[in-house]
């Protein structure tokens, strides 16, 4: 009996626990009719995630593009155009990320760059040559949380202000208002308020598994992935912590090319060409 109290407690704390964070972002689903099984997210935390349904198609996310775009939020385009857009995450850098961009400026490609607070403190080199070859710098957030978690504006507003202020000391002017949350966690509330704060929140409709530092896939292992799933208007998410990446990146974007791709700049695309280059001239220098 003693055991079975002690069990059901322990249940009776889980699921408080739980219901706890799901009160965060106030649970309300469903299901969209006739579009693929999407759902339409409204409140509950969730993580990002794709169904490839048929190759040479945009896959289907766990939210619909219709759904996002009511929060200036989106995974990939809706271009017919045989268009694809890179964009890297940076939680901190290992050394790949000069090859990244010494191929990126091989095939005159702009790409988003999103960034975490450790990374502008430790690299501001780095973060100036990405903006002054014409790369955006996106907000990743300062700490890296979980998003989906942070109930109130301020502490949501902080994540995202801190990096903005490292940006502008080190390239003198505001930080185009791109962001992406950590490990595509996210919910209802947080789509607000990060529109409210004027981001565009960017998922992906594209990526692999090329994040595990000391697990990198074999180039064989990340074509297998990358060059099949492509598709027009793909929002492509890859790591410039990834070995692989900064070794296939020259061949992988003249695989694409081969198959009739060209590279848009997302930036310029959601805030317009003057706000997605907003930096001073002397940077060009």
């Not at 889980?14 to 099984?37: P, R």
């Not at 896959?59 to 890179?86: H, R, W």
Request: proline content about 4%; overall charge negative; some cysteine.
């Amino acid at each position: 009996m003693k055991e079975f109290l002690r069990l059901m407690k322990r249940r009776r704390g889980v699921l408080l626990s739980t219901l706890a964070i799901l009160v965060i972002c106030g649970v309300v689903t469903a299901v969209a009719a006739g579009n693929g099984g999407a759902l339409f997210t409204s409140g509950e935390i969730t993580n990002w995630g794709l169904s490839f349904q048929n190759e040479g198609d945009p896959p289907v996310g766990n939210a619909s593009s219709e759904y996002l775009a009511q929060y200036d939020a989106l995974y990939c385009t809706d271009s017919t155009e045989k268009k694809l857009y890179l964009t890297f995450d940076a939680g901190f850098e290992n050394g790949n990320t000069e090859k990244i961009l010494d191929a990126l400026k091989k095939h005159d490609v702009k790409a988003v760059f999103f960034l975490v607070g450790n990374y502008f403190e430790t690299q501001p080199e780095l973060v100036k040559r990405m903006v002054s070859e014409g790369h955006t710098v996106g907000n990743h957030t300062y700490s890296h949380p979980d998003m989906s978690a942070i109930a109130d504006e301020a502490s949501f507003q902080n994540e995202l202000e801190k990096n903005a202020r490292l940006y502008q000391e080190i390239i003198g002017s505001e930080m185009p208002r791109l962001y992406r949350p950590p490990q595509g966690k996210f919910c209802e509330s947080n789509l607000k308020m990060a529109q409210k704060l004027g981001y565009h929140t960017v998922f992906w409709s594209l990526a692999y598994v090329d994040w595990y530092e000391n697990d990198q896939p074999t180039k064989e292992e990340a074509f297998e992935k990358l060059l099949p799933r492509v598709h027009p208007g793909a929002v492509i998410l890859l790591h410039s912590t990834s070995k692989t990446n900064g070794e296939i990146l020259d061949e992988l974007l003249t695989e694409w090319e081969n198959q009739g791709y060209t590279f848009g700049n997302l930036a310029e695309e959601l805030l317009g060409a003057s706000e997605s280059k907003n930096f001073p001239i002397g940077l060009w220098q």
